[in-house]
């Protein structure tokens, strides 16, 4: 079992910045991807940014250029630094870690206002 903790999340104006951080603990394996998918309210939950413990990317295109995900493998943590924020960025934001089985945090709100 592996259990995901997020933290960062917030109300902010369009063009702010926001750094979401979420840690894993438990049966945590060497080798696995760590990131983040949003669910805005009336849509399909999707994929944000992954990071593979060997440090390879990917973004979705809508967010290409203004976030960036990072990780610290020795805390077993991975970020989400999201800058130049749109109001169509506002959804829940849900960590994941997969390592053969995939788990997910509780997720935690961002809110983009205009």
């Known amino acids: 079992q592996v259990q995901l903790v997020e933290s960062g999340g917030g109300l902010v104006q369009a063009g702010g910045s926001l750094r979401l951080s979420c840690a894993a603990s438990?049966?945590?394996?060497?080798?696995?991807?760590m990131g983040w998918n949003r669910q805005a309210p009336g849509k399909q939950r999707e994929l944000v940014a992954r990071?593979?413990?060997?440090?390879?990317?990917i973004y979705a295109d809508s967010v290409k250029g203004r976030f960036t995900i990072s990780r610290d493998n020795a805390k077993n943590t991975v970020y989400l630094q999201m800058n130049s924020l749109k109001p169509e960025d506002t959804a829940v934001y849900f960590c994941?870690?997969?390592?053969?089985?995939?788990?997910w945090g509780q997720g935690t709100q961002v809110t983009v206002s205009s």
């Open positions: 990071i593979s413990s060997g440090g390879s990317t």
């Open positions: 438990g049966s945590i394996f060497s080798i696995n991807y």
């Open positions: 994941t870690y997969s390592s053969g089985s995939t788990y």
